[in-house]
Each structure stands twice: as structure tokens, then as C-alpha cells.
């Protein structure tokens, strides 16, 4: 479910305020939300807002967010494309061997993978990849006078150590590409770290 709010975020534009107004979603909360959350960029912050939005309104459902895009000029079709099974499973890149995508991750990753998170979209790309909001504001409450890349990468180390089975490459990647980051970039790192064999 969070992962599917995160990604509905990506569908919400320029008419965001009366598309939450229109939602219920009370005018303080859209303010306070998008303050309070000013170090992130526009589509995390709209995933902050949907997700307070759902834990208020336990009847709120894809069809009435449908509706409400359909009402603010958005298209309501590309809900679709939320869903686990409508997604690509296996990032593409004609360069790769097979299996080199399957292959886990380790701590050493962290700093390469460090380089190509977007640090405004960290908080999306954590949700993606299973963490609950709470966790990753809880990286945020202890990460609160570091630099924001020292958090992905205490993030990632987590990831890479307590998620079973043991995540892989392409996890990383299609989470990366969801949030359109730079996933080209971060296999040439890869290749020239590690090689494709």
C-alpha cells in the first residue's frame, strides 16, 4: 500500500491543493505537510500528504483518488500502472550479462549507490524499497545535524543488512528508475567497480 501511494505521487501536479481539498484533506494539514517537509522535493512531500491523508480517512480508496484526479485535469488511467502487476519486474540495459542483476548487494555498495540517490527523494525511494514512514523519519530525527547523504547511506546499510532475502541489483535499480534517478550512471559504476561477471 505505501509503495502505491508513493507511487500515485508521481500522477499529482501543479492542481495538488484542490485535488486535496477536494480529498477532504484539510487546508492546515496541506500547509503544515508541505512546510514542514520543505527539504524534500515536490514529490515526496505530495507522498507525505497522501499518506496522512489515508491514516484520517479509513474510507478512502484508488477509485475516489481516481475520481478526484479525473476532476483537476489529471489522468486517473495511469493509477493503473501502480499496481505490483501491471509493473515491470526486471530493470532493462542491454550491456548487462544475464544473472548480473540478480546478484545481492553488499555493504561495499553503499557508497557507489549513495552517489545516485536524489537526496530531495530519499523518502520515496526508502518507501519503494519496503521501509515504513515512521523508519525513515526516524533516520530523519537522528540524522537531524548531518548532511543528508550521510542518512541514504545509513538508510541503504540497513536495507542492504535486514531486508531477507538479501535484496539484489536490480531491486535497487527499478526502485532508482521509478523515482527517475540517474540508474545508467549507477550500473556504469557498478560494471566499473565490480565488473559484469
Known amino acids: 500500500m505505501l509503495k502505491e501511494i508513493g507511487r500515485v505521487s508521481k500522477y499529482i501536479g501543479i492542481a495538488y491543493q484542490t485535488f486535496f481539498v477536494g480529498l477532504g484533506c484539510p487546508s492546515e494539514l496541506l500547509e503544515q505537510e508541505m512546510e514542514e517537509h520543505k527539504h524534500l522535493g515536490f514529490r515526496p512531500r505530495i507522498t507525505k500528504i497522501l499518506i496522512q491523508l489515508f491514516k484520517r480517512r479509513v474510507d478512502l480508496t484508488y477509485r475516489t483518488v481516481a475520481a478526484e484526479m479525473r476532476q483537476n485535469g489529471m489522468d486517473p488511467k495511469k493509477l493503473v500502472e501502480i499496481v505490483e502487476c501491471n509493473r515491470n519486474l526486471e530493470y532493462k540495459d542491454e550491456r548487462l550479462p544475464d544473472g548480473w542483476l ?92 565490480k565488473g559484469t561477471s
Open 102 to 193: 540478480q546478484e545481492t548487494l553488499s555493504i561495499k555498495d553503499v557508497p557507489v549507490i549513495a552517489r545516485y540517490i536524489g537526496v530531495k527523494a530519499y523518502f520515496n525511494i526508502f518507501l519503494e524499497l519496503g521501509f515504513q514512514p515512521d523508519d525513515v523519519d526516524n533516520f530523519d530525527d537522528q540524522y537531524r545535524n548531518r548532511p543528508t547523504h550521510d542518512k541514504v547511506k545509513a538508510l541503504l546499510e540497513t536495507f542492504i543488512t535486514e531486508t531477507q532475502p538479501p535484496p539484489t541489483r536490480n531491486t535497487i535499480l527499478l526502485a532508482m528508475q521509478e523515482f527517475d534517478m540517474d540508474t545508467e550512471s549507477l550500473v556504469t559504476a557498478f560494471i566499473a567497480t
